[in-house]
């Protein structure tokens, strides 16, 4: 099984930037798609972005237009930029894997992953 770990995270006031890690153990064989999830206290796990093996991405409503995702497939890390952060971004963020390639949105589609970063935004 892949190893999934996440860095980057900490604390910014609102209107910075952050860039956000996800590196792999190894290559993600069998696993199609990489996203990036958010929850915080007392809410269920929301999708933020993933991308697909073909390289296409996705993102949530609420961060459009301010995160983009990437990948580096030959150091096998996954990365999200956020830009133009605001408090309700505060979250813990976690890094997943799935088998799914149809771009997908819901935890239950997503079979790894990370302990998850903390990413903190003040006003």
């Known amino acids: 099984q892949v190893q999934l770990v996440e860095s980057g995270g900490g604390r910014v006031q609102a209107g910075g930037s952050l860039r956000l890690s996800c590196a792999a153990s190894?290559?993600?064989?069998?696993?199609?798609?990489m996203g990036w999830f958010r929850q915080a206290p007392g809410k269920e796990r929301e999708f933020v972005a993933v991308?697909?093996?073909?390289?296409?991405?996705t993102f949530a409503d609420s961060v459009k237009g301010r995160f983009t995702i990437s990948r580096d497939n030959a150091k096998n890390t996954m990365y999200l930029q956020m830009n133009s952060l605001k408090p309700e971004d505060t979250a813990a963020y976690y890094c997943?894997?799935?088998?799914?390639?149809?771009?997908?949105?819901?935890?239950?589609?997503?079979?790894?992953w990370g302990q998850g970063t903390q990413v903190t935004v003040s006003s």
């Open positions: 997943a894997a799935s088998t799914s390639g149809h771009y997908p949105r819901h935890v239950y589609e997503y079979d790894n």
């Open positions: 991308i697909t093996w073909s390289g296409g991405s």
């Open positions: 190894r290559r993600t064989f069998g696993m199609n798609a």
